[in-house]
């Protein structure tokens, strides 16, 4: 099993940036990607930045040019750095990691998320 942490969300004026943080644990070995993915209540959960370990990003074309993802593997860390904040980003945010079992199968575990508002 693994386990994600985030952290990093809260209020936020547009315009303005935010920082959010997730620590995976336990069975971390065979996880392949890390990202986040954001929800508004009663809509889809949509991606918004995944980070693969062969390096490739994968970034929802309405936060390019304002959010980066980035990783630190020696912490099994992914942040996602959100500059230029508007309304619309507003969502709850859930860390994602993918990984590997075997036999072309993969699951999927997800953090207990973390709030962005962002006040216009």
């Known amino acids: 099993q693994v386990q994600l942490v985030e952290s990093g969300g809260g209020l936020v004026q547009a315009g303005g940036s935010l920082r959010l943080s997730c620590v995976a644990s336990?069975?971390?070995?065979?996880?392949?990607?890390m990202g986040w993915y954001r929800q508004v209540p009663g809509k889809q959960r949509d991606l918004v930045a995944t980070?693969?370990?062969?390096?490739?990003?994968n970034s929802a074309s309405s936060v390019k040019g304002r959010f980066t993802i980035s990783k630190d593997n020696a912490k099994n860390t992914v942040y996602l750095q959100m500059n230029s904040l508007r309304p619309e980003d507003t969502a709850d945010y859930y860390c994602h990691a993918r990984e590997y079992v075997g036999s072309n199968q993969y699951r999927t575990y997800w953090g207990q998320g973390t709030q962005v508002t962002v006040a216009s």
């Open positions: 980070f693969a370990n062969d390096g490739s990003i």
């Open positions: 336990g069975k971390i070995l065979n996880i392949i990607s």
